[in-house]
């Protein structure tokens, strides 16, 4: 029955089609239809975003389209990375005098507000905007730029706020081998050419969109900053420590002395304990993709394992030395592991990372045997952390780069093009491209940086006078004690002769 109802409706239909006043009907509905619908699409495309458009596009590059969950990743991991600050500060604090610890302080809150309005200003952009190989020249104080870095999917202004921290991190990092004998006004001033200048400037050329370590044929690869953050920051140091001349009373042990014992080695390694915690913003947030959960996870555990295996190694290395458990070399142990992995983090296994640590935490005891044999005062370890440090992550990359792995995306991971160093069979090519890289940064930092701090050395501010510094930096730049209720005498008077 149902079927027969069907057929007579479906005769009924055609019937129907077939007449000419019907057809005339269903014709001039149909158009109007259609015409309505081309001008909802049409006013659709004429106010729909060009980015949006752009972005649905493969060929055009994706911008201006936030990515909810990398920008809180991105966020998340810059704050991280900002709470490095009370670790550096607590580091150089309890590694320092008594004497110049509010000094360490105060110079670090300043450097961190200079280093937030110099790298608004100008900063970014020579870093991170295109211009030319050598130098961003484009974006100052922010203007004129899409709302979104690149194809990060991350807010411009998210994206500054990360990398301010790195800034900043460089910024400190520079300070740590001039404790107790910089002038507070010659801090200010080469720290507007460090953060203002020569970080960016330099950076640029391996992170910046046209920069040329960036696109060499075999591009030069720094994850997280080995190199740029941690080999500039220290290289910086050096030229400090070596303009200002050791501290006085300084005796250096081939003289028959030592190093300077630090006031409070507690509040230093738990200074660098806060480091680690912090350092898994800068490694894990550099992926800037919290979609790219594997590679997360992989960047996280060889940060760890770095560290540790570093700690050991200076641990053990430095008690076959003296015959005692060494609380300072342990700490820089492990820090040298950490600023080692930095680099190649994110393209190397876990016995890649095994062995950067293992052999960062003995260079660096090296590095501190050859400042003292070499009578360069560096208080903190800066220089042997940070730059000889870095500089074997670098180049470790060149070594133990797994060939699995390639490079982050908003979306996930690229593998398209995979890392692979010498001893995965990749050959020399990487590691000549690390050599390069890590040769140009190291040595264009180092030459200006000794031209900046000769200059600053020139305005009579780079380094306190020697009364100055017989009385205590705190005292005679801050006007007060670290500790007030436990000074029982006068500071220990040295000769104002410098070695």
């Not at 309505?36 to 495309?45: C, D, I, Q």
């Not at 014992?261 to 912090?278: K, R, T, V």
């Not at 960062?360 to 400042?371: E, K, N, P, Q, S």
């Not at 180049?395 to 991971?413: E, R």
């Amino acid at each position: 029955m149902k079927r027969l109802k069907d057929i007579a409706l479906v005769k009924r239909l055609i019937v129907n089609f077939k007449n000419p006043v019907i057809q005339k009907n269903i014709t001039n509905r149909l158009f109007g239809k259609l015409v309505g619908v081309f001008f909802v699409l049409l006013l659709m495309w004429e106010f729909t975003p060009v980015a949006v458009r752009a972005a649905s596009n493969n060929d055009l590059p994706q911008v201006n389209i936030i990515n909810a969950i990398n920008t809180t990743w991105t966020l998340v991991a810059a704050f991280l990375v900002f709470c490095m600050q009370a670790g550096f500060e607590l580091l150089e604090a309890g590694f320092a005098r008594e004497r110049e610890s509010i000094n360490v302080i105060i110079e670090g809150v300043a450097d961190t507000a200079l280093c937030g309005v110099l790298f608004w200003a100008f900063g970014f952009a020579f870093m991170f905007e295109p211009g030319t190989p050598w130098i961003g020249t484009t974006g100052f104080f922010l203007q004129g730029l899409p709302e979104t870095y690149g194809t990060t999917g991350v807010p411009v202004l998210a994206f500054w706020v990360f990398q301010f921290a790195f800034a900043d991190t460089c910024s400190t990092v520079t300070s740590g081998a001039m404790v107790g004998r910089t002038g507070f006004i010659g801090d200010l001033l080469y720290s507007v050419g460090v953060t203002g200048f020569i970080y960016p400037i330099v950076g640029h050329w391996a992170w910046g969109p046209d920069g040329w370590l960036a696109n060499m044929a075999l591009p030069f690869r720094d994850f997280a900053g080995s190199t740029v953050v941690h080999t500039i920051g220290g290289a910086i140091s050096l030229a400090g420590a070596v303009v200002l001349g050791p501290r006085l009373g300084r005796i250096f042990k081939r003289d028959g002395g030592g190093p300077m014992p630090p006031h409070n080695i507690l509040l230093g390694a738990i200074g660098g304990l806060i480091l680690w915690f912090g350092w898994y913003g800068f490694n894990p947030g550099s992926t800037l993709s919290a979609l790219d959960t594997i590679g997360i996870g992989r960047v996280s555990f060889n940060t760890t394992l770095a560290a540790c295996s570093a700690g050991l190694s200076a641990l053990i290395y430095s008690y076959m030395r003296t015959k005692k458990w060494d609380l300072g070399l342990s700490v820089n142990g492990f820090l040298a592991g950490l600023v080692a992995i930095t680099a190649p983090c994110y393209w190397v296994d876990p016995w890649g990372a095994f062995w950067i640590g293992l052999v960062a935490g003995i260079v660096v005891v090296w590095g501190m045997d050859l400042l003292e044999y070499l009578r360069i005062d560096d208080p903190i370890g800066a220089v042997p952390v940070h730059m000889v440090a870095g500089i074997w992550g670098t180049l470790s990359l060149g070594l133990f780069a797994a060939g699995k792995y390639g490079v982050p995306t908003a979306t996930g991971a690229d593998t398209s093009t995979v890392v692979t160093g010498l001893f995965y069979g990749g050959g020399v090519h990487q590691l000549i491209s690390q050599l390069i890289g890590s040769a140009s940064i190291t040595g264009a930092s180092l030459g200006v940086a000794f031209l900046l701090m000769y200059l600053v050395n020139l305005t009579g501010t780079l380094r306190v006078s020697a009364e100055g510094e017989i009385e205590g930096l705190d005292l005679h730049e801050h006007g007060m004690h670290a500790y007030p209720e436990f000074v029982t005498s006068e500071p220990p008077h040295f000769s104002s002769k410098r070695d």
